[in-house]
């Protein structure tokens, strides 16, 4: 019998204590051993195959990072390319955007000059006749200061109310009555003929030259050879010798009255300083009257009064012509202020205003 076949023992039979125990248990002791072993194996190669996984894992996690690397780098080689090409493009848009800059408020400038010359161009016709107006009366304003005289204001001022009368405009009647409000105060008003004035001292200065002084002796003798007088004819000669005995005779003794005894002791020599003297005093009365200096001219031409009656013949025909003249020209110079046409300029602007 092998040892591998089972012995048939009498279960009454004594058995031995050693045989069966020795025989057994190493087999019931190797069991779990080995089961053990094989958990461990099965666990190595568990592990293992884990690690391999897992460095399979790594590779391709590292592969990974070494491409999303290298793209990195070439993304970041063409974004700093792209970088400058915008930092160019930038400094390209930053000039054009200047020069565009410049252009739009050439644009603007030349936008408003066109609407100004269109809003000119599309002013009605009322508001261009009453511009023109107001110019053509603040013209004739300055005109007739500068002249002293009120004949500019008074054209000007007509031909206002005829342009205005052409119009026929309901709302320019306001400017009308104004118009005809100045025209009846300017023509109210004594307002010197300053023009009438200078021309007067002009010719009174001429005339200085041929005025007789007090003091003059006549260059012929009185009598039928006065130029005032008409010459008789002689029937004989004897009447004639004795008509040249008698006027000889009476030019010998002159009686007149000289009421400035100043008169008398004027020298021959000194009656030309005398003239040229009056003509001076005429003068500075012109141009005191050109500039504006009233008072001055007024002086002037006082003085001028008192030594044309003082040093020069007060009968003679010339110097009372030259008297008189002096006295209108006095007379005049009292008012030389000119009335003012705040009136209708004040109309004007109001209309202009479109009120």
């Known amino acids: 019998m092998s040892a591998a076949e089972p012995r048939e023992t009498d279960p009454a039979a004594p058995v031995s204590a050693l045989e069966p125990v020795t025989a057994e248990a190493p087999r019931a002791r190797g069991i779990p051993g080995q089961l053990a072993f094989r958990l461990l194996v099965l666990a190595a190669l568990l592990a293992l ?63 408003t000059q066109l609407e100004e010359l269109m809003q000119s161009l599309s002013r009605s016709r009322d508001e261009n006749l009453v511009v023109d107006i107001e110019s053509g009366l603040r013209l004739a304003q300055q005109q007739a200061q500068l002249t002293l005289s009120a004949e500019p204001l008074l054209a000007s001022l007509r031909a206002a109310d005829q342009r205005l009368a052409r119009a026929g405009e309901p709302r320019l009647v306001r400017i009308r009555a104004a118009v005809a ?34 003091n003059a002796v006549p260059a012929m003798p009185r009598g039928s050879q006065r130029p005032d007088a008409v010459p008789v004819r002689p029937v004989r000669w004897w009447q ?79 110097t009372q012509a030259v008297a008189a003249s002096l006295q209108q020209a006095q007379m005049q110079l009292r008012s030389v202020d000119l009335p003012r046409i705040d009136e209708t300029l004040a109309a004007l602007a109001t209309a202009a205003a479109g009120r």
């Open 240 to 318: 004639q010798w004795l008509g040249a005995v008698q006027d000889e005779a009476r030019g010998l003794l002159r009686v007149s009255r000289i009421d400035q005894p100043e008169a008398v002791l004027v020298a021959p020599e000194q009656a030309f300083f005398l003239r040229e003297n009056l003509k001076l005093r005429l003068m500075n009365a012109r141009l005191a009257l050109l500039a504006r200096q009233t008072e001055a001219a007024r002086a002037d031409l006082a003085t001028a009064s008192t030594a044309l009656g003082k040093y020069f013949d007060a009968g003679s025909r010339r």
């Open 49 to 111: 195959g884990s690690s391999v996984l897992l460095w399979q894992k790594l590779s391709s996690i590292q592969e990974q990072l070494a491409r999303q690397s290298a793209d990195a780098g070439s993304n970041a080689v063409e974004a700093r390319a792209l970088a400058r090409q915008a930092q160019d493009l930038a400094r390209d848009v930053a000039a054009r955007q200047a020069v565009t800059d410049t252009r739009v408020s050439e644009v603007a400038l030349q936008r």
């Open 181 to 214: 409000r100045d025209m009846e105060r300017i023509k109210a008003a004594s307002v010197a003929d300053v023009p009438g004035v200078l021309l007067r001292l002009d010719e009174m200065a001429r005339q200085v030259d041929d005025l007789p002084l007090a």
